[in-house]
Each structure stands twice: as C-alpha cells, then as structure tokens.
C-alpha cells in the first residue's frame, strides 16, 4: 500500500475502531465522536479525508483480513499510533470483552508489537482516553 | 396565521414556561431577530434542564453546551434534535455578545425550535399524542422591500451553505458514514470477528492477552505514570495528544468564528446599501 494514500489509511483506521466498538457489543456516543477526533487530531486525516474513508467505494467491501493485511502494510509508526487509538475505543467504557481482547491480539499480531510495545501503545490508549472522556477516565 | 394565532399552542399543555418563550422568540422574529434568538436560547436551556432532572443524576453541569453534551451521551436527546439545540445555543451566545443576527436566520431557528418542541412535549409526558402541523412563519409586519427579499435570500443560501459544512464536519467526526447501514454493517463485522475467533481458538491460539489487558486496564493511571519504564513515554504521550486535540477544537472553534463572520459580512454590505 502506498504511504501517500491517506484515504485508505483512514479506511483501515475507521474500520479498526469499529469493529473493536462492536466487539465491545455496543456504539456509545462518546466511542462515535472519539474515533474521529483521533482521526483528526492524533492521526492527522483531514474532515474531507475521514468522509471519504467511510464511503462505500472504500469500506464497503473489506474484511477484516484486508485490514489486518493492511495495517500490515504501513509503516510502524502509523500503525502503532491505530493500535494505540483501538484501544483507546476499548478503553472508554473500562471494561473489556473476550472479542476486543481477540481483536486487539490480532492487530498486535499483524503489526508486529512486542509485549512492551503493546504496553505502552495502551498506555497511551488510557491517557488519551482519560482526555476524551468528560470526567476523565472514570466510569 | 393571524397576529392572535401562535405556533407553539400545542407547548401550554405540557410546559408552560417553555411555551412561554416560543411564543415571545415568535413575536420578536421580525422585529427583533436577536431578541428571538435570546428568547429561544432561553427556551433550549428550559427544556435542556427539565430533560435534565426528569432524566439523568448526579451533578448537573450549569453550562448549557454540556448540559446539551451529557443528554446526547446519555442517549436522552437524539443527535437530529441534539443538533438543532446546538444551534439554537451557538447563534442565540452570538446574538448575546453582539454578533447581529439576520431575520432569516431567527426564522430558521424558530423552525427548528418548533420541530424540537413536538420532541420535546413527547418526552417530558411519556405516550402523550402531539401531531405537528406544519410551522407557519409568522408575517413581517409591514411587506418586504426587494432589497429586503434579496438580502433574504442571500441570507438563506449562506445559512444554507453553513448547515452543509456543520454537517460535514459532523459525520468527518462519527464512525459510520451518512449512507452506510450501522445495522448490516455491524452484524457483518460481528460475523466475521467471531469466524476469526474461531480459527484462532481452534488453531490453539489461547487469547494470551487477556490477563496481561486486564492487569494494564486494572492499573491507576498515576500508578502507570509513575512507573520508570512508562512514565516518560506517558507523559510526552499526554502533552502530545493534549496538543493535537487543543488544534482540532481551535479548528472547529475558528470556523464557527468564520461562520459568524460571513453572516456579519452580509449584514454590513446590506447596512451600506441602505
């Protein structure tokens, strides 16, 4: 995958974050806003980026193998930093189910983390989800 | 609809104070748009602190933005009437520090207003029957110049042009695009996670993340932070998303601004003509 190719980037980001939403069962508003305050302010993906991401011509028809084969592909850096935003998505309610943990373990997987890399990618997760959540982190 | 006549009856039977309100934001339209736009804001906050007290607990944020904010986390207001409020809330704090505000742009929100109200009188009195008729703008009280129509509609088309980039902005933040179907989209993704969860079970992968996640989620931030091997890292972490976050609200921030400006703009290129 071309680096230079933001929208699909974007589309990895956007499905990633949905499906550890959904695996967490279910979509609160605050994971909805999240997702693309992350796209925008961590991952740098303009308003005109993150709309045409979610276009059906671009997200309708990839699995969740084409993303992980995807994610991959990028370089480790970007990944890291959608790993890290995953996890923020499953660290806003406090409370993992055994379908994020599998997710999160296969995004770990494709990209390659060690268990310290992985540590402090959720590391990061909590302290951005702390600053997204009204009342900090709490429940 | 006669000067007697009002379209916001309906409001008595289920708040009075509220109904109150419309129906001044509805006599100051014309005559007084940012009078109207003070009264509907007033109006928002009204309802905003019933839906309140009827509906969540705890403390209760005094400022109407999160007030508003908490009600739409909170699954009590849906994000159609969410946004209406918001808008009602952004140009009636506009009119208040100064910023004049156009007759078609108090009409727009006194539309909004009244769509919000049927939602509105349906919550606060569970199975009561409220059948909209369709709002009626009240009549300027002397006819429009063609100057005055023509200002109008150029108010209109910006009002118009400001909606669609507020919507844009909008569904650029949310995780499901406008024309995808959350449901079919869900249920797909779900099939496909448990299908990769079987491979993986039946391949012997033990989900060996699971105690090593609970242990992280069940550590205290501060605890994380203060730890030799994390504490740099979390830190550089926070002032860098603290940083990049306080960008993206300066962005939304400054084109609410140019918003408001490009409404100014036209009010004073009218101001010079007359």
Redesign the interface.
């Known amino acids: 995958m071309s680096e230079a190719d933001p929208i699909q980037v974007a589309t990895l980001w956007?499905l990633s974050?949905?499906?550890m939403?959904?695996?967490g069962e279910e979509?609160?508003?605050?994971?909805?806003?999240a997702?693309?305050?992350y796209a925008?302010?961590?991952l740098g993906f303009t308003?005109?980026i993150?709309?045409k991401a979610?276009?059906?011509a671009h997200?309708k028809n990839k699995?969740?193998?084409d993303c992980l084969s995807g994610l991959r592909q990028l370089p480790r850096e970007l990944s890291e930093k959608i790993l890290t935003g995953v996890m923020m998505i499953s660290?806003s309610d406090?409370s993992?189910k055994?379908?994020e943990?599998?997710?999160?373990?296969?995004l770990?997987s494709a990209i390659e983390v060690s268990?310290?890399e992985?540590?402090?990618c959720?590391?990061?997760a909590?302290?951005?989800a702390?600053?997204?959540r009204?009342h900090g982190?709490e429940s | 609809m006669s000067d007697q006549e009002t379209n916001f009856h309906f409001l008595e039977r289920f708040d009075k104070r509220v109904a109150q309100l419309a129906k001044q934001a509805e006599e100051y339209v014309h005559t007084d748009p940012d009078s109207c736009m003070f009264k509907l804001r007033l109006m928002v906050e009204t309802m905003a602190k019933k839906l309140t007290s009827l509906q969540m607990q705890g403390d209760i944020s005094k400022d109407l933005g999160?007030m508003l904010?908490?009600l739409?986390?909170g699954?009590i207001v849906p994000?159609r009437q969410a946004d209406s409020m918001h808008a009602i809330r952004r140009d009636g704090n506009a009119a208040v520090h100064g910023s004049p505000t156009p007759v078609p742009t108090a009409m727009r929100r006194l539309r909004e207003a009244y769509k919000i109200s049927g939602w509105f009188c349906k919550i606060v009195k569970r199975g009561s029957k409220v059948k909209l008729d369709e709002f009626i703008p009240p009549h300027p009280p002397d006819p429009l110049t063609k100057e005055s129509e023509d200002f109008h509609k150029k108010i209109d088309i910006l009002e118009e042009s400001i909606e669609e980039r507020r919507i844009?902005?909008r569904?650029?933040?949310?995780?499901?695009?406008p024309?995808?179907d959350v449901q079919e989209?869900?249920r797909r993704?779900?099939e496909?996670?448990?299908a990769?969860?079987n491979v993986?079970a039946a391949a012997g992968e033990p989900?060996?993340?699971?105690d090593?996640?609970?242990l992280?989620?069940a550590m205290d931030?501060e605890q994380?932070e203060e730890d030799p091997?994390?504490g740099g890292?979390?830190r550089q972490?926070?002032r860098e998303?603290?940083q990049?976050?306080e960008?993206?609200k300066k962005h939304l921030a400054d084109r609410e601004n140019e918003f408001l400006e490009e409404r100014t703009f036209l009010m004073k290129q009218r101001d010079t003509i007359c």
């Not at chain 1, 979509?27 to 806003?33: C, F, K, V, Y």
């Not at chain 1, 943990?101 to 296969?106: C, G, I, K, T, Y």
């Not at chain 2, 989900?207 to 699971?210: G, Y």
């Open positions: 956007f974050a949905r499906t939403a959904i695996a979509i609160p508003s605050l994971q909805e806003s997702t693309g305050l925008q302010a961590i308003e005109d993150c709309l979610k276009d059906a997200i699995t969740l193998i660290y406090r993992m055994p379908l943990v599998r997710w999160a373990s296969m770990a268990p310290d992985f540590q402090r959720c590391v990061n909590r302290v951005i702390s600053m997204l009204p982190a | 999160a904010g908490s739409e986390r699954g994000r844009a902005t569904e650029s933040l949310l995780m499901f695009g024309q995808e989209v869900t993704i779900k496909e996670l448990v990769l969860d993986a989900t060996i993340d699971a090593f996640v609970a992280v989620m931030l994380i091997r994390h890292d979390s972490a926070r998303a603290e990049q976050l960008q993206i």
